[in-house]
């Protein structure tokens, strides 16, 4: 399948989806429960109508990436600063008035020199950490006031992380490394299982399914961890150098999956990358300087990719494999 880049725009670690939620919950004061309603509901009534693997998501009150409220605005920072401590409060300012916007559906990647703060913005962004000032916005609602536990719960749900190393859980199969996000969101065990089985089959892995991370070659742990982050079926992906420890080929495997995930489930999806080929491939591309976005334009690079194929690191679609296997 070929599809081409059209759009032009208008202006403009270890801890995803591991704190129990589940227990937190329970501490939660009546008006961050209402905040959370208010965001689970509205991303609930545009699930409805999309396409979602099994009904363990809807089931766990979570949001969609589906296609339907596509154009509208999904996340909005207003003039984010954060500022570290290093000595004393808020002495190195990695931040300075952060403004974007990301619509639903779109394709937005971030790229930056080393140190430009693009993993902190990221890490804000995915309610990792807070900004020392400004304001933040998931589908029009303030989340940069909201409590600790509020907070993990949102992004449980909400939230879907890709780490440059993966970030997986060792001595502990694919199978339940992608359950493990549906585990805090109250999922039974059944439900998150099969839905596990299905994730994993999204992106190629399904054979896979019952090796440790130590068993699997890099491509297919990151395969593995993407899988993981669609778990609860968030509102955004959002991947921090994730092809940054992989050789180009098999980068653009891994690429291919997010054009996949985008195109065909039209998730929203927020990259940061090293990489301009991978840049250039994406909807929109956001320049980080030092601190500030400099510079947004659209990406320029028609991308081909076989959406029937997905394709195993040795080329092989996930049915080939399979067949093969002993
Ligand atoms: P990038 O991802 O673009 O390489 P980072 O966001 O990781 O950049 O880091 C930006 C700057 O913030 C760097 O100078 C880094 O040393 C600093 N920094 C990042 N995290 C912390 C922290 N927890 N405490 C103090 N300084 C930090
Ligand atoms: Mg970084």
Not at 152 to 169: A, D, E, K, M, P
Not at 201 to 211: I, P, Y
Not at 284 to 295: A, H, K, N, S
């Amino acid at each position: 399948m070929l599809f081409h880049k059209k759009r032009e725009t208008d202006t403009t670690e270890d801890k995803a989806g591991s704190r129990n939620d589940a227990d937190s919950k329970a501490g939660v004061n009546s008006k961050d429960d209402d905040i959370i309603r208010e965001v689970e509901e509205q991303t609930s009534a545009e699930a409805d109508s999309s396409e979602v693997i099994g009904d363990a998501a809807s089931d766990a009150g979570s949001g969609s990436a589906a296609t339907q409220g596509k154009g509208n605005e999904l996340i909005r920072l207003n003039n984010i600063k954060k500022a570290y401590y290093i000595g004393t409060e808020n002495e190195l300012e990695v931040l300075h008035g952060v403004t974007l916007n990301v619509n639903e559906g779109e394709f937005t990647c971030i790229v930056g020199e080393s140190g430009s703060g693009k993993s902190t913005l990221m890490n804000t962004i995915g309610l990792l950490d807070r900004p020392t000032s400004g304001e933040y916005f998931i589908r029009g609602i303030d989340v940069a006031k909201i409590s600790d536990d509020d907070l993990s719960h949102i992004r449980n749900r909400q939230i879907g992380f890709v780490f440059q190393t993966y970030n997986l859980i060792a001595r502990t199969s694919s199978l339940d490394n992608v359950a493990m996000p549906m585990l805090y969101a109250g999922v039974p065990l059944k439900e998150r299982r099969a839905r596990a089985a299905e994730l994993l089959e999204l992106v190629g892995m399904k054979e896979r399914m019952n090796h440790d991370p130590s068993e699997l070659s890099g491509g297919q742990k990151q395969r593995v961890a993407i899988a993981r982050a669609l778990a609860n079926d968030p509102a955004i992906i959002l991947a921090d150098e994730p092809t940054g420890a992989l050789d180009s080929q098999t980068s653009q495997t891994v690429m291919d999956i997010f054009h996949k995930l985008h195109e065909e489930r039209g998730c929203t999806i927020l990259m940061i990358t090293h990489s301009n080929k991978l840049a250039e491939e994406c909807d929109r591309i956001l320049t980080l300087v030092d601190g500030r976005i400099t510079g947004e334009r659209a990406g320029t690079e028609a991308h081909e990719y076989a959406a029937a194929k997905t394709a195993t690191d040795d080329g092989k679609t996930a049915t080939e494999s399979i067949l093969e296997k002993d």
